[in-house]
């Protein structure tokens, strides 16, 4: 058993490394309490050894901790995500005015993001109920505490205490259809349950009842309509960071464990003649039904509801809402290639959404403002970044030759090859709304010119502009050079235990 | 034809991108050395299109045969091994023309120059003008070089956005409504079309042996499948061919209701471009509000972008859809035209008359090719290019009284004859050139897509051949309007036409008199190319008749 | 259904599984009541005890029924701290929104909506 | 002269003038006088050309048709018919030898006259660079041996007389006449149109002989004898335009606002009758339907404007109806069959027409110079109640009017008595033919009337006493520019030039050059042969002869009557049926009727379809915005919500349904757990259920 | 009925009785007292489940830990001048339907699916105490350690938030 352990331990090298970084953070904080800048550094440096740590495990497939946590391409990928996103959390906060001139000092902040990061690469592993709830509570506590981080912000406390109601409220749902599932099935670990669901003798309503409540989990952090309430009310009272961090990392945590959970478990994995890379659905719960639904409504809610937004973080709260729709379009395909165009979505919405965020708060460090009428005439003030911010905005509205349309391409391409057209055209005509309340940004942006007397051009430093090509660059590249990136995606869809 | 070794299309194509960086690079405050390095930009693009012209051969047919294409280049672009779920993707760089594009780049050339100079006078933010101005011809070339449907849909998408932004920064008072708007019809038409392009995707598969050369599934059972690996593509030559739609897909067999709905699909994308009548509504808006230069590019070339899709996508690809709904598309042309004319009698504003008129001409462009034979459709192709240089005349013209005046209303002007004698000069060519009289090139492409569309559509044609005098009517009344009669006191300051306007409008009345007088020039490049779709159309409609269906 | 209310009504003093579990699932409507319709926030956050309380019941019901394995009772365990965890966090969030807001009351705090 | 030369000969004249046209467009106005010499000397050239070609064409080759063809498209192999060429050319027959001559003399003549009536003109140069692109087009319609060509030449002359008719465009009603000379004509075209391409989709080629030869061998378009029929009809259409035919006449009374010569070259002369060459040209294809349809609408046209002829007091207008009429009796004489007449007709008319516009023009000329020396700016110099008794101060005028107005009443001796007799006794003989004895007798009144109008038109204008004694002083003869010209069309108005016998010109050298083609239309639906044709004509034509001459003197004799002798008081008859009167002074409510059904309907329309773009089809959201607006909750949001771009219903949709739906974002948490909750259970039931 | 049913039944009756006082009594104080009865009845039931470490596990934390917090909370966020502190409801209609029919159909599917389950020997002498140690440091080894990170963050973070803002 120990020697198990030994030598499961190797393989969770990058977990430990976090959770070593979480305490060093701490300790450091204690010691220097009059800077944050080494806790910062600190949390940069475990973060990168963890993405080295994380890079190791490329091409690994192993279930550890009696199958708690898979070590599998799936993972690595996810992991790999949230890391970058971490790390580039760790700079744009290293840049937040908001953070910077709370008055408070970011020791706490920096060990906490160590902490959320560290659920969610848990999440991103997670082979078994019990430890997904654990991850998803790990990463839930921390995102509460974050979300109302700038306390002197009303918005911000407000913003944390929804987070917590809800997010217990969600939880507590989803641990009652971890406990139905369990009833059913005698075990938490999810290939357990699935070889005791593979032998068909189970009861579809209560299978159903807990596929729902566990929906409302995933659906909570992934913030899918109608799971979706918190999102906008707490992405605008948090700190832009964690805004940012949470509408990717969160976001993929959450998808990661969702479809580990839903592929692993409610699969027939006893069906014959299906095609390669393709799955059957568990007889008597279609889920991908409901998977389809609350995507439909995902996508269309989130976009019809952008349309009204005024504040900008608001706007892209309710733009990642509809972001989660598109790629729960994906899972519904029940095959890889739906799975791969999950993936590769993610990477390219993660530096599409990250930089429309990035921007938004270098804009807001100089201007104190998120609205969208204070964006009137900045295209001159400020041309780079609001370039740079129109090609993120643009990505997102899925046009070539930016990344997103590549993202978009994949996810419509497998819902066409698997005969799902009308989700298709749901998805597509939904992009077109989209792209309505994404042209207002820029057309207030260039179109409009300031309302203000004076109009001082905006001065960035070369870091931020360094940051914002970090992002930018590939969002541009991915979308003509996309090659790799589907290799990396495709590569990417393995999953422990599954064929 | 080959550059330094890169060839004449890639050149054609990223010469603009080219400029645009060297635009950009250029301080804000010099003003000129951007307008003249833009200019030169495009110029050069004209030469090397002049250049195709002389060199083209007009003896190849292209359409679905690569071998047929001319000025082919093909470069891996992106290349996906398989693996055990998913096929080899892979996508080229592939561009290449025959007679179908060769006008339209050549037009592009063209209406590219005449913008540019056209927009010489702007002052406002000169270097985002120039830059946006470059992307948007790269991005209108582009479409009309691309093969592959996927580097064709990047182009086609890529002139979204400066357009918006050159309506919406630089247009009139209604100019963010017109932007936006021209956005939202223009996308939602092109998200529609994305659909059926992968539908398309999955629909073709060819095989690839191990160099990266593809042969069709006819070709590779010759061959041997040794060494050959399948796989899905985007190849639009290869989406044409029959024998490489996979048994069972999405898209395969013919009259299918999953192929007629992938057709209207793209149809919808390229009628919005066209604009077709139920889809026409942004064009007035957005000419009516964009600069000068924009509106010239709008109608001279973009909307030339959505027949020459049908053209070039549709008709190849889906043959029995287009067989099944060609009454269709000649309604919507002849109601385009027809309408488009009668709204043009009632407009006061002149941009809005001719946005107005642009739709009634591109109605014949649509009847033309739903005649589905070669006298309609080189009628149509012909009336492409004519429309091109016909209204970007028109628009040049209203843009200069537009800049002397600071007013379009038709019923404030008249007399200006005597006033601005050279100007009325090139107006009146223009005009007549619009309303079709003979001797100047409008009326060759109209008369021939009317005598293509007659042997298909008797009874439509006859309907739209009334628009030969609503046409006429409203032209000649705007003619009178503006230029006859007395001048009012407030323009007799009005000066004449300086020799910047008088260049970039005497080469398009040249070249419209001429192609009125000898169009071979022009009817001599596409023939073997159009000879070649009408002779697949007409195969398709004959299988229709075996099969007893339409 | 008088057939169905006097099997039910037989079955009720034989205590066993699904005793336990209904009650469970009564908690957890109540729990959910009180997240629903309490205004202070201590008194959601106790819905939400409620209803970790009544996942725990099944949690440990189907452990005892389902065969004894224990990973119920494990689960069990680890729901109890996680639930003082997040009881602790919230309740720091709940003093820090007193001392912002005077007010504990979940609805007046709606300054982020619409 | 070998048959390749004349062709060459005649490209050179047909070319001449578009070569003056640009030398005079481009640098008219700099050259000395402003080129009016270059332009003149270059369609006298042309003169001198097309006579010799004309008699080259009579003496070598007096019964072929010389043809010059060339490749213009190439459309190669084309799918489904094989190789395919449109091949247009030249031909020249006799009829187009004719044409050439007639069309370049009087354009001759009117260049010489213009130079005297346009003197200081403000685009005098600009004027003669007209002149020089119509006579290019009228030639080219001649030429041409396709359809194509023809249809090409068509609209252009169409376009020459738009913009000579707007020539003094600073007048409203110059610029609003030569519009709608243009436009009415394109109705025709349309129809002209249609018919060029009935024949084009069934037999792929524009050239007239190989669509005669087509039909002879028995194809007909779309294997129906309506359509073919159609396609007659249709072509006439063109013909029923460009020769102001009922009911497409009213734009060339209006056309008389452009200058008087252009008047009487375009028309009066040659342009509108291109429409009666254009039937002569597709004769053998019209079946006998459409030659009896041809015939009425000649007759028609011909007695409509004859009656609105009576009434007029503008000395043009009077002109003008008297053009139409006769342009009606030439296609009333085609469409009986009497090829040989109508288009000798033809020839005779435009010699006359054109003389009595020219010497209308004289005497507006003077007329308006006796004005400009009074400064008298109101009176009408074109009315003929303000003139009478310019016999004296205008004799050249005087006698050369004369003498056309006689050839014009058809008075033996002149050439109008030799063409206007053999119409008439073409319609008698289609009346005994077909039994349709409407025709003649049309015919034969008209006859009378014309001679009686035109009477009234020269008492009014050159007898009597001038109405102002003061402005008779300034009255002088036109100069030798304009009377020179007079006096040769007068010479040319006598039967000497057509024919040697003056009674009958059916042995003349013109009516030898034209045969009757025979018809090529299948023989169930032809009209009669030439031959039995012939043979009835020639029967007819001394009772013809006979009536004509008794009408013609009758109309003589009550025009004197009237206004010379005042025998009858034509004021009396004027009030006595003032109802009828005031009907033809309205020129039968053509105008009225088309000002208010065709054009007022096509505004109308046009708005509505404006209206019908703004509102329904772009405005479904606008519209549909504006009743939601009032509704509360959307407040005033909406509204720049509606103009910020939502462009259509379903973006309004959206939007709206996004403003309900962010309703569901209470800000209250509890409230968003009752939604969840809900939607767990919604979905629970919802896939219980399926 | 024997002991067993009978003992349940009067659990049963604590557990959902004080819960509903719990949840439906306008007095604070009363709800936060209730709860303990509540917690006390559900440590009871684990007790008949022969779940005897969780049920002292159950009173130990979530009425020596939880509640006390609770209370605390109670106390902190009120002006506590008697033990009548009371509190309103909010959309109590929709929330009662709602969840009337969600416990309904728990009900209902519990009692259709589990309604006859054989009740398993008894293991009665044997304390549960052992395994669940064992189990916690062997197959639970994981979430184990993950549990105490998670209370690390949540000391933490409980901590850096209700500290007295202004002091760094």
């Not at chain 2, 009698?345 to 009847?367: E, N, P, R």
Request: glycine share 8%; net charge neutral.
């Amino acid at each position: 058993m120990s020697e198990q352990i030994l030598k499961d331990l190797h393989l969770f090298y990058p977990e430990i490394t976090l959770t070593i970084t979480f305490c060093a953070a701490i300790i450091t904080d204690l010691i220097f309490r009059r800077t944050s800048i080494v806790v910062s550094s600190v949390v940069m440096i475990g973060l990168v050894i963890t993405g080295i740590l994380v890079l190791g495990q490329s091409g690994v497939q192993a279930s550890i901790f009696d199958n708690m946590i898979a070590v599998d391409p799936f993972a690595y990928f996810f992991k790999m995500l949230i890391i970058i996103t971490a790390i580039l959390i760790v700079v744009f906060s290293l840049g937040s005015s908001e953070l910077n001139s709370a008055g408070r000092k970011l020791g706490e902040y920096y060990s906490l993001l160590v902490a959320l990061t560290l659920g969610m690469v848990l999440m991103a592993g997670a082979s078994n109920l019990l430890m997904m709830y654990l991850a998803l509570e790990l990463s839930s506590i921390a995102s509460y505490i974050l979300s109302g981080y700038t306390r002197e912000a009303p918005d911000s406390s407000e913003a944390s205490l929804k987070y917590v109601i809800y997010g217990a409220l969600s939880s507590g749902l989803m641990l009652y259809g971890i406990s139905i599932i369990y009833g059913l099935t005698g075990s938490l670990d999810i290939y357990a349950i699935n070889q005791v669901l593979a032998q068909g003798n189970y009861n579809t309503i209560a299978l159903l009842i807990a596929g729902v409540l566990a929906m409302a989990g995933f659906g909570y952090k992934i913030s899918a309509v109608p799971f979706h309430f918190w999102t906008p009310d707490v992405y605008e009272g948090a700190p832009i960071t964690i805004t940012a961090f949470l509408s990717v990392a969160s976001k993929a945590g959450g998808f990661a464990m969702m479809i580990r959970f839903f592929k692993v478990t409610f699969i027939d994995s006893n069906a014959v003649s299906v095609p390669v890379g393709v799955w059957a659905s568990l007889k008597g719960f279609e889920w991908y039904h409901l998977v389809a639904v609350i995507a439909v409504l995902t996508m269309t809610f989130g976009n019809l509801v952008a349309i009204w937004q005024n504040n900008l973080k608001r706007l892209l709260a309710y733009s990642s809402i509809a972001h989660a729709g598109y790629m729960l379009t994906g899972l519904v395909v029940l095959s890889n290639e739906g799975l791969a165009a999950i993936m590769l979505y993610f990477v390219v919405y993660l530096f599409m959404n990250l930089g429309a965020f990035y921007i938004v708060m270098l804009i807001a460090n100089q201007t104190g403002s998120e609205d969208i009428e204070d964006y009137k005439g900045l295209g001159p003030r400020a041309p780079f970044i609001t370039v740079a911010l129109a090609i993120f905005l643009v990505s997102l509205t899925g046009l070539p030759p930016t990344a997103g349309f590549i993202g978009k391409l994949y996810l419509f391409a497998a819902l066409l090859n698997h005969g799902w057209i009308w989700l298709a055209v749901i998805g597509a005509l939904n992009s077109v709304i989209s792209l309505y309340y994404y042209v207002r940004i820029f057309r207030n942006m260039y179109l409009r010119p300031s309302e203000q007397q004076q109009v001082t051009p905006l001065n960035f430093t070369m870091l931020q502009k360094v940051t914002v090509l970090v992002m930018l660059v590939p969002t541009i590249l991915l979308g003509l050079y996309f090659g790799p990136l589907v290799q990396l995606a495709q590569a990417s869809v393995k999953i422990f235990g599954t064929p | 034809m080959q550059l330094m070794g890169i060839g004449v299309l890639t050149w054609l194509t990223f010469l603009p991108v080219l400029g645009m960086v060297l635009v950009l690079l250029i301080p804000k405050d010099q003003k000129d050395a951007i307008r003249w390095s833009s200019l030169i930009v495009t110029l050069i693009q004209l030469l090397l299109s002049i250049g195709i012209f002389m060199k083209f051969d007009r003896g190849m047919a292209g359409i679905n045969s690569e071998a047929g294409m001319q000025f082919v280049e093909k470069a891996t672009w992106i290349d996906i091994k398989s693996i055990a779920w998913f096929g080899r993707i892979h996508i080229d760089y592939f561009v290449g023309i025959d007679g179908l594009s060769v006008t339209m780049v050549i037009l592009t050339a063209l209406i590219s120059a005449v913008a540019i100079l056209s927009a010489w006078n702007i002052e406002k933010s000169v270097k985002g003008y120039f830059a946006l101005f470059l992307l948007l011809d790269a991005g209108m070339m582009g479409v009309f070089v691309s093969l592959d449907f996927f580097l064709f849909y990047i182009f086609w998408e890529v002139m979204l956005l400066p357009m918006y932004f050159l309506i919406g920064i630089w247009g009139g008072a209604r100019r963010e409504y017109a932007a936006i708007k021209f956005f939202l019809y223009t996308l939602f038409g092109s998200v529609l079309m994305l659909l059926a392009m992968i539908a398309l995707y999955f629909s073709v598969n060819v095989y690839i042996d191990a160099n990266g050369v593809i042969y069709s599934v006819t070709e590779a059972m010759k061959h041997g499948l040794d060494g050959l690996e399948k796989m899905y593509t985007f190849n639009m030559l290869a989406m044409m061919d029959p024998g490489n739609y996979v048994p069972g897909s999405l898209l395969a067999g013919a009259h299918t209701s999953m192929r007629y709905l992938a057709y209207v699909a793209l149809f919808i994308g390229f009628a919005i471009k066209i604009p077709c009548f139920p889809f026409h509504t942004w064009l007035p808006d957005a000419h009516v509000e964009a600069p000068t230069a924009i509106s010239v590019i709008l109608a001279g070339v973009l909307l030339k972008m959505g027949t020459y899709g049908l053209l070039r996508i549709s008709f190849p690809i889906f043959p029995d859809a287009m067989v099944h709904y060609s009454w269709m598309l000649a309604l919507l042309g002849v109601i385009s035209m027809v309408y488009g004319a009668l709204v043009a009698m009632a407009q006061t504003d002149f941009k809005k008359l001719i946005a107005y008129s642009s739709i009634s001409h591109m109605g014949v462009v649509t009847l033309g090719m739903a005649s589905m034979n070669t006298q309609g459709i080189t009628g149509a192709v012909f009336q492409m290019f004519n429309h091109g240089t016909i209204t970007a005349m028109l628009f040049l013209i209203v843009g200069v009284i537009y800049d002397r005046a600071h007013t379009r209303g038709l019923n404030e002007f008249g007399g200006l004859m005597n006033q601005m004698p050279k100007y009325s000069g090139i107006m009146v060519v223009a005009f007549f050139a619009a309303l079709g009289l003979p001797g100047l090139s409008g009326f060759i492409s109209e008369a021939f897509a009317l005598l293509g569309s007659f042997q298909t559509f008797r009874v439509l044609t006859m309907i739209a051949a009334v628009t030969i005098v609503i046409t006429a009517g409203y032209m000649l009344w705007t003619l009178q309007r503006v230029f006859l009669g007395q001048l009012p006191e407030k323009w007799k300051g009005l000066t004449d036409m300086n020799t910047r306007e008088a260049i970039m409008l005497w080469p398009l009345a040249l070249i419209v008199i001429f192609l009125g007088i000898y169009p071979s020039p022009i009817l001599d490049m596409m023939n073997t190319s159009l000879n070649a779709l009408a002779g697949i159309l007409d195969q398709a409609r004959h299988a229709t008749t075996m099969m007893g269906m339409n | 259904m008088n057939s169905f209310f006097s099997a039910f009504f037989a079955w009720l003093p034989n205590v066993q599984l699904a005793h336990f579990l209904i009650v469970s699932a009564v908690l957890f409507s109540l729990g959910l009541y009180g997240i629903m319709t309490r205004r202070n926030a201590i008194l959601v956050l106790m819905g939400v005890e409620l209803v970790l309380n009544a996942a725990n019941i099944n949690f440990i019901a189907f452990s005892r029924y389902g065969g004894a394995n224990l990973d119920g009772q494990a689960a069990a365990v680890f729901v109890i701290i996680l639930a003082a965890a997040e009881a602790a966090v919230a309740l720091a969030i709940v003093l820090n929104i007193y001392h912002r807001f005077q007010t504990v009351n979940v609805d007046e705090i709606s300054n982020l909506k619409e | 002269m070998s048959q390749e030369l004349l062709l060459n000969l005649s490209i050179v004249i047909l070319v001449l003038p578009l070569v003056g046209f640009t030398l005079m467009i481009f640098f008219g106005k700099r050259l000395p006088r402003q080129g009016d010499w270059l332009e003149t000397s270059i369609i006298a050239t042309a003169l001198i050309l097309a006579v010799t070609v004309l008699y080259q064409k009579m003496m070598l080759y007096p019964h072929e048709t010389l043809a010059l063809n060339f490749t213009w498209v190439d459309f190669h192999d084309v799918p489904g018919i094989g190789p395919m060429k449109i091949v247009l050319g030249f031909g020249i027959d006799n009829l187009a030898a004719i044409m050439l001559v007639v069309v370049t003399l009087i354009s001759t003549l009117v260049h010489f006259f213009s130079i005297g009536y346009m003197q200081g003109d403000i685009r005098y140069s600009r004027y003669f660079a007209y002149l020089g692109i119509f006579s290019f087009s009228m030639l080219m319609i001649v030429l041409a041996d396709n359809l194509f060509m023809l249809y090409v030449g068509w609209e252009l002359v169409g376009l020459s007389s738009y913009l000579l008719i707007g020539h003094w465009y600073e007048k409203q009603s110059a610029s609003n006449a030569a519009m709608k000379a243009f436009i009415v004509n394109r109705v025709g075209d349309i129809g002209f149109f249609i018919g060029i391409m009935i024949l084009f989709a069934n037999f792929h080629t524009f050239n007239l002989q190989e669509i005669f030869e087509a039909i002879h061998s028995g194809r007909i378009p779309f294997n129906s004898e309506s359509w073919l029929t159609a396609a007659g009809i249709l072509i006439f259409c063109g013909a029923i335009g460009k020769s102001a035919q009922f009911p497409l006449h009213v734009w060339l009374p209006d056309a008389m606002e452009g200058p008087t010569p252009v008047s009487a070259l375009i028309h009066a002369a040659t342009m509108v009758a291109a429409g009666v060459y254009l039937v002569a040209r597709t004769f053998p294809m019209m079946t006998a339907d459409a030659l009896m349809l041809i015939a009425y609408i000649g007759a028609i046209t011909a007695f409509i404007s004859a009656t609105i002829a009576i009434a007029q007091n503008d000395i043009k207008k009077v002109l003008a109806y008297s053009t139409i009429s006769q342009l009606g009796y030439m296609v009333m004489g085609l469409g009986v069959g009497a090829y040989t007449a109508g288009f000798f007709h033809l020839v005779t008319h435009a010699m006359f027409k054109a003389g009595l516009f020219l010497g209308s023009g004289s005497v507006i000329h003077g007329m308006h110079h006796a004005l400009h020396h009074q400064h008298d700016h109101h009176t009408d110099p074109q009315d003929i109640r303000n003139m009478g008794g310019l016999k004296s101060k205008m004799p050249v005028t005087y006698w050369t009017f004369l003498i056309y107005t006689l050839a014009i009443s058809g008075v033996p001796l002149t050439s109008g008595f030799m063409s206007k007799d053999s119409i008439l006794a073409g319609t008698l003989a289609f009346g005994s033919l077909t039994g349709q004895y409407l025709i003649p007798i049309i015919g034969f009144f008209v006859a009378g009337l014309t001679a009686f109008y035109m009477f009234r038109l020269v008492i009014l204008t050159f007898y009597g006493e001038h109405k102002d004694a003061h402005r008779a002083e300034h009255l002088h003869e036109s100069p030798k520019i304009m009377t020179v010209p007079l006096m040769i069309l007068a010479a040319l108005s006598f039967f000497i030039f057509y024919s040697s016998n003056p009674l009958d010109a059916a042995n003349g050298w013109i009516s030898k050059a034209l045969e009757r083609p025979e018809s090529v239309v299948p023989a169930s639906v032809a009209a009669a042969s030439t031959e039995v044709f012939e043979e009835e004509h020639h029967h007819a034509h001394n009772t013809a002869m006979m009536l004509s001459l008794l009408v013609a003197g009758i109309g003589i004799a009550i025009a004197f009557a009237m206004y010379h002798w005042k025998k009858i008081s034509a004021d009396k008859i004027a009030e006595t049926f003032s109802g009828p009167h005031k009907f033809l002074l309205n020129k039968w409510g053509f105008d009225d009727l088309y000002m208010g059904v065709v054009v007022n309907g096509t505004l109308a329309m046009t708005n509505m379809w404006k209206w019908f773009d703004n509102t329904i089809i772009d405005g479904a959201v606008n519209g549909a915005g504006s009743i939601t607006k009032v509704t509360s909750f959307v407040s005033g949001k909406f509204d720049s919500i509606v103009i910020d771009g939502l462009v259509n219903l379903s973006a309004y949709l959206s939007g709206f349904s996004g403003l309900v739906l962010r309703k569901f974002q209470t800000g209250k948490v509890q409230t968003y757990i009752v939604f969840v909750v809900f939607s767990v259970m919604a979905f629970y039931f919802a896939f219980r259920l399926l | 009925m024997q002991l067993f049913d009978i003992v349940f039944y009067v659990f049963a009756f604590i557990t959902l009785f004080s819960a509903f006082v719990v949840v439906f009594s306008r007095n604070i104080i009363y709800s936060a007292f209730s709860l303990l009865f509540t917690f006390f009845g559900v440590a009871g039931l684990y007790a008949l489940l022969q779940a005897d470490f969780l049920a002292v596990t159950q009173i130990l934390i979530y009425v020596g830990g939880i509640l006390v917090l609770l209370l605390f909370g109670v106390m902190l966020t009120n002006k506590v001048i008697s033990v009548d502190i009371k509190t309103g409801t909010l959309q109590t209609i929709p929330a009662m339907i709602i969840v009337a029919v969600v416990a309904g159909s728990l009900s209902g599917l519990f009692y259709s699916t589990w309604k006859e389950v054989p009740t398993p020997a008894s293991t009665v002498l044997k304390t549960t105490t052992r395994s669940i140690g064992e189990m916690l440091m062997t197959t639970y080894l994981l979430p184990f350690e993950i549990a105490s990170v998670i209370l690390l963050v949540a000391l933490i973070g409980a901590a850096m938030i209700s500290r007295r803002e202004g002091k760094v």
